[in-house]
């Protein structure tokens, strides 16, 4: 008598995805509070052992996110990130923490001219999410990351500017 193969576990493997959620936070040095809606995709790979996973993902979001304060107006049309990603499954749920490198623009513009200014910076993302396996290859998560982008020096106001966000998203994920 042969055993049969032992199943693939089910967290094992590439995924890709799309996420929509909502982004708030704040610049430094303006006193601007950029919020609004964000979305994009992501793309990853996790290994699991047993009731462990770890992995690693990347993604890159579109925001609406934006602020005005007085005559400026502060907004940070995108993001992305690259994170390692380790967690616990229970069940067909997988809880996991995630913390890497973040990168992003921060964009100002004086609303009376028209002169805008803009800078891509690094810093660093963390957070945790929950990913429920639904039906086939397809998952649903829930995540909250906090993105710090450093400051950079801005000629338009004489300060420096970065910002930091919260930013709570609904996923999917197709595992192959």
Known sequence: YAAPPAAKPYWQGPYIGVNLGYQWGGVSNSGSDPSGVTGGAQAGYSWQFGQFVFGAETDVQGSGASDRFAAWKFSNPWFGTLRARGGIVAGNALFYGTIGLAYGTLQLKNMLSGVWESHTDFGWAG????????????????????????????????????????????GVNYRF
């Not at 945790?128 to 639904?134: C, D, H, K, P, S």
């Not at 039906?135 to 970065?162: C, F, I, M, Q, R």
């Open 127 to 170: 957070g945790a999410g929950a990913e429920v396996a639904l039906t086939g290859n397809w998952t649903a998560k829930a995540e909250y990351l906090y993105v710090d982008l450093d400051s950079s020096p801005y000629v338009l106001t004489g300060n420096s500017h970065g910002i930091s966000s919260n930013v709570l998203r609904l």
